[in-house]
């Protein structure tokens, strides 16, 4: 099958068509959980160790910061991104968690959610191609990378340090789509650990298919 051309001046939304029903997903998933089943962890195994509520704030947090931590100067020079509460929707450190002061219950968690993937949404929509794929930055090569590096067919590669990675754009944005379809997988595991029935489909891409990943189960 022939890929079909996507001119360096289409909207970077052509890329990332999936993010339209991302949110849909997600909420059907959680929907009408009590905070017990929320609240639900265990030390049994590593991917429990995060209850669903704690999966689901990290999942908004994550976006805000690499939108507007790590590439806000380039994405919003004129800091005209519409997001009053930046230092709460990203508390406790660049990639962890909401503030638990102010995002706690899930209505609240999913609306800065929801903001959040509309965030990315307009980005993709304000950005073309070519600029998702010819801006770059460097992160940290940290051991969950040598893994994950191999889910990314361009956009993340190596650079000359060893410590070190380099990300465009393109592959930050399916970096986050990565993350957040890896983290329903485990919203899933938390609930059948609950012996709770699932209730979507979670997308087969991204970190949690890869060969050597943990998918035990409870």
Same mark, same amino acid.
């Given at each position: 099958?022939?890929?079909?051309?996507?001119?360096d001046?289409?909207?970077?939304?052509?890329?990332f068509?999936e993010?339209?029903?991302?949110?849909?997903?997600?909420?059907?998933?959680?929907d009408g =959980?009590?905070d017990? $089943?929320?609240?639900? @962890?265990?030390? %049994?195994?590593?991917? *429990?160790?995060?209850?669903?509520?704690?999966?689901?704030?990290?999942?908004?947090?994550?976006?805000?910061s690499?939108?507007?931590?790590?590439?806000?100067?380039?994405?919003?020079?004129?800091?005209?991104?519409?997001?009053a509460?930046v230092?709460g929707?990203t508390?406790?450190?660049?990639?962890?968690?909401?503030?638990?002061?102010?995002?706690?219950e899930?209505?609240?968690i =999913?609306?800065?959610? $929801?903001?959040?993937? @509309?965030?990315? %949404?307009?980005v993709? *929509?304000?950005r073309?191609?070519?600029?998702?794929?010819?801006h770059t930055?460097?992160?940290?090569?940290?051991?969950?990378?040598?893994?994950?590096?191999?889910a990314?067919?361009?956009?993340?590669?190596?650079?000359?340090?060893p410590?070190?990675?380099?990300?465009?754009?393109?592959?930050?944005?399916?970096?986050?789509?990565?993350?957040?379809?890896?983290h329903?997988?485990?919203i899933?595991?938390?609930?059948?650990?609950?012996?709770?029935?699932?209730?979507?489909?979670?997308?087969?891409?991204?970190?949690?298919?890869?060969?050597?990943?943990?998918?035990?189960?409870?």
């Open positions: 099958m022939t890929t079909p051309h996507i001119p001046s289409a909207a970077g939304t052509v890329l068509p993010y339209s029903g991302l949110y849909e997903l997600i909420i059907r998933e959680v =959980l009590t017990t $089943q929320l609240d639900f @962890s265990s030390d %049994q195994w590593e991917w *429990a160790k995060w209850n669903i509520r704690r999966q689901l704030t990290h999942m908004a947090s994550l976006i805000y690499w939108l507007l931590g790590r590439w806000g100067d380039t994405l919003f020079p004129d800091g005209n991104h519409g997001v509460d230092p929707l508390a406790s450190g660049f990639d962890r968690r909401l503030d638990d002061q102010r995002y706690w899930l209505p609240v =999913l609306h800065a959610l $929801q903001e959040a993937i @509309s965030l990315t %949404q307009r993709l *929509a304000q073309s191609v070519s600029f998702l794929r010819n930055c460097q992160r940290d090569f940290g051991d969950h990378w040598r893994l994950m590096i191999h990314h067919p361009t956009g993340i590669t190596r650079t000359g340090e410590d070190k990675l380099e990300m465009t754009l393109e592959g930050t944005v399916r970096h986050i789509y990565f993350e957040e379809t890896t329903l997988y485990n899933q595991r938390l609930k059948r650990a609950q012996r709770l029935a699932t209730v979507v489909e979670v997308p087969r891409v991204g970190y949690w298919i890869l060969d050597g990943w943990d998918r035990s189960e409870a």
